[in-house]
């Protein structure tokens, strides 16, 4: 059973590395081009930055699972932050369809797909996802 897990920890981590890779390319080509700044590109920005925090996590996460003997006292906590990263994932993924919302059914009301609005919705977001980490 050993070697199983050690098989999960290492494919968790190479997983997390490529994924935070992935994430933070994507980051850096959206701050060096403003140019192509559009709404879709920035809600995409906000998911790759959840992205990266998840696959930090997650990678802490499987370094811990191979360094560690089982007597963790941060084991909870690093559950915990990839709880509250998960969650931070899932409601980019929110603030998405409701951009898709706004643009689909209500077509006809532009001043809703605007960026000052998605950036407000995703402000908004943000502050909700704060509140994650207050049981910390």
Not at 36 to 61: C, H, K, R, Y
Not at 97 to 126: D, E, G, P
Request: charged content about 5%; proline content about 1%; glycine content about 4%.
């Amino acid at each position: 059973m050993q070697a199983l897990e050690i098989l999960s920890s290492l494919s968790m981590l190479s997983c997390s590395i490529f994924g935070a890779l992935c994430a933070i390319t994507f980051i850096i080509i959206v701050i060096h081009y403003p140019q192509f700044w559009t709404t879709t590109i920035l809600l995409a920005f906000n998911s790759a930055i959840a992205g990266l925090i998840i696959n930090v996590a997650s990678g802490s996460q499987a370094l811990y699972q191979l360094n560690s003997n089982g007597n963790d006292a941060l084991c909870a906590f690093r559950g915990f932050l990839l709880h509250a990263a998960t969650g931070l994932l899932y409601q980019t993924l929110c603030v998405q369809t409701i951009y898709r919302l706004f643009v689909v059914v209500y077509a006809t009301r532009r001043y809703l797909q605007s960026k000052r609005i998605i950036i407000s919705i995703t402000i908004i977001q943000w502050l909700i996802s704060i509140t994650f980490a207050i049981p910390a």
